[in-house]
């Protein structure tokens, strides 16, 4: 799981600083037990498992504190200033429909991988003015292909 958390520096500089946490296995028990405390580690809600993480597993937060699913969704959830991250993430209503693969609509809804990809929740606002319309960005057809078993 990468967290990131971007800014502007005093001089005007975009930085963004990543962290990256190792498998549960491989972490020390003090790591696992900080992480636990700010709901990172799994637990109730579970790790990404989607190709695209617009709000599962992901978070943006802009240079004024605006929460957002992500840097190309500009949907403002809240504020880091008055507003508390965790709370944020798992109650906001923006945030708990990206995480419900049978909320998405069109092509999207229909499809038989939509809980490991989920689309582009961006791209789907972008172009329809709906975070969970299809994605115009996909080829695939789930009514067209189908698997066939031996």
């Known amino acids: 799981m990468i967290v990131r ?12 600083c990543s962290f990256q946490a190792s498998p549960a296995a491989t972490r020390p028990a003090r790591t696992n037990s900080v992480l ?6 799994g637990g109730a809600l ?8 617009d709000g599962n597993g992901f978070l943006f937060v ?10 190309f969704l500009p949907l403002v959830a809240g504020n880091v200033r008055g ?28 499809c038989d991988v939509r809980d490991r990809c989920g689309g582009s929740r961006a791209r789907a606002f972008a172009s329809a003015g709906d975070m969970l319309a299809e994605d115009p ?11 066939v078993s031996a």
């Open 5 to 16: 958390v971007p800014g502007v520096s005093r001089w005007g500089l975009r930085i963004a």
């Open 36 to 41: 636990g405390a700010l709901g990172l580690s």
């Open 83 to 110: 507003d508390d991250l965790v709370a944020v993430y798992r109650d906001h209503p923006v945030f708990r429909a990206l995480r419900d693969p049978d909320a998405l609509g069109g092509r999207c809804g229909r």
């Open 137 to 147: 960005g996909c080829a695939y057809e789930p009514s067209r292909i189908r698997c």
């Open 62 to 71: 802009d240079h004024v504190g605006a929460i957002c699913p992500s840097g």
């Open 46 to 53: 579970g790790r990404a498992g989607r190709a695209v993480t």
